[in-house]
């Protein structure tokens, strides 16, 4: 949840139930595809690899 925000349907991955009604909601559903996509690309911006990069060395410069 951290990562994808509300831009995903979530699951009980213990319960295949569960999993399948959310797969078989978004195989339907061209609108709520249409909205999940819309949501993705803008929390995409969120992350960055450079700044992460630099996150890690930072981290581990630290470690010395």
Same mark, same amino acid.
């Given at each position: 949840?951290? +990562? +994808?925000?509300?831009? @995903? +349907?979530? @699951?009980?991955?213990?319960?295949? #139930?569960? !999993? *399948?009604?959310? +797969?078989? *909601? *978004?195989?339907?559903? /061209?609108? %709520?595809?249409? &909205?999940?996509? $819309?949501? #993705?690309? /803008?929390r &995409?911006?969120? !992350?960055?690899?450079?700044?992460? @990069?630099? *996150?890690? !060395?930072? &981290? %581990? $410069? #630290? %470690?010395?």
């Open positions: 949840p951290e +990562v +994808v925000g509300d831009a @995903a +349907v979530s @699951a009980n991955p213990e319960d295949h #139930g569960d !999993f *399948l009604k959310n +797969v078989n *909601l *978004l195989w339907r559903d /061209e609108d %709520m595809r249409n &909205i999940f996509k $819309a949501r #993705g690309n /803008e &995409i911006r969120l !992350f960055d690899w450079g700044k992460s @990069a630099d *996150l890690a !060395f930072d &981290i %581990m $410069a #630290g %470690m010395k």
